[in-house]
């Protein structure tokens, strides 16, 4: 366990927190994890990526979890020695510049190919205790081998993050049903099921009926304007325009049997369906000019019912 002190932090928490993904990698796959929620992947292990993302929407006052999951190019290969992935969990106050460090990964594929180094692996924390009484702690690295193929290697840690965050309506809800749990015929069942409603949504926007679908986004939009401090309405705003704007530019892409599939959080609280590689159901080409938009939306159940809520 590493702790620290810093009444600044403190303050910041029960202010107006802004938590924040730093992501700065190369040469490996990986997927990052908060909350069992995937908010971030690379499947590519490609070139370097430095990017941050916002995450208050996924983060919740008390407990929280953050993994990292690397996966080498192919099964029982060794990650590639020249990768490197540096995640960190940031922390400041809406409106300002300055960030701290609550807790990340750093890792190094030279120290995980090089099994005499082994015990140097590169992985470090940063991390504050508030004050006295331990409120704010990050747990130390629990590291686990093999945990999808030969090759895999998963890092994880726990988070005890006070803070004035409402809880998210998804952490409360139902599970979700387990993929894994199913035959083929119920798992294309239920893909098509929940393809169904999204299809829905997609005919009504071609169709320019933004006004009878936006109430099937209202606690995601609640739940994001309380997320980053924004007016009631603004999301709700942002979305019809985007909807209003967007939507006619593009020639959107059908949802059909198989052309999409289910897929479940780790944390049993969210799913939806997804196309390959993870890719949004609600997708389209612009008619004019190279490049894409997508539309992702994910599902919490309630009373057995699939709701919007991200």
């Known amino acids: 366990m590493i702790t620290s002190n810093d009444n600044t932090v403190d303050s910041i928490l029960y202010d107006k927190p802004v938590f924040t993904l730093s992501v700065h990698t190369f040469g490996t796959r990986y997927d990052v994890l908060l909350n069992g929620v995937m908010v971030y992947d690379d499947d590519s292990g490609g ?40 995640i960190e969990l940031l922390v400041g106050n809406d409106g300002t510049d300055k960030q701290f460090n609550i807790g990340g990964f750093e890792f190094t594929g030279k120290s995980y190919i090089d099994e005499t180094k082994m015990k140097g692996y590169q992985l470090s924390v940063n991390s504050f205790q508030l004050d006295e009484s331990g409120t704010l702690i990050v747990s130390d690295v629990v590291r686990e081998d093999d945990t999808y193929f030969d090759g895999v290697v998963e890092f994880s840690k726990h988070l005890n993050i006070p803070s004035n965050l409402p809880l998210w309506a998804f952490f409360t809800s139902e599970d979700v049903i387990d993929a894994n749990s ?104 612009f008619k004019e000019g190279p490049g894409s938009l997508k539309f992702p939306i994910m599902f919490r159940k309630q009373d057995d019912k699939w709701l919007i809520t991200r």
């Open 47 to 86: 070139g370097q990526i430095t990017t941050s993302v916002p995450v208050n929407h996924w983060m919740k006052a008390g407990q929280n979890s953050l993994e990292l999951i690397v996966y080498p190019d192919d099964e029982g290969i060794p990650v590639s020695k020249n990768s490197f992935i540096n």
């Open 182 to 285: 199913l035959s083929d015929d119920e798992f294309w069942g239920l893909s098509d099921k929940i393809g169904s409603k999204l299809d829905y949504i997609r005919e009504n926007l071609v169709a320019g009926n933004v006004d009878l679908i936006l109430p099937l986004f209202k606690e995601r939009n609640i739940e994001l304007d309380q997320a980053f401090y924004y007016s009631k309405g603004t999301m709700e705003a942002k979305l019809r325009d985007s909807f209003e704007v967007d939507i006619s530019q593009l020639d959107m892409l059908n949802i059909q049997h198989k052309h999409v599939a289910y897929e479940n959080e780790i944390n049993m609280k969210l799913a939806s369906v997804y196309r390959k590689g993870r890719g949004a159901a609600i997708s389209g080409n």
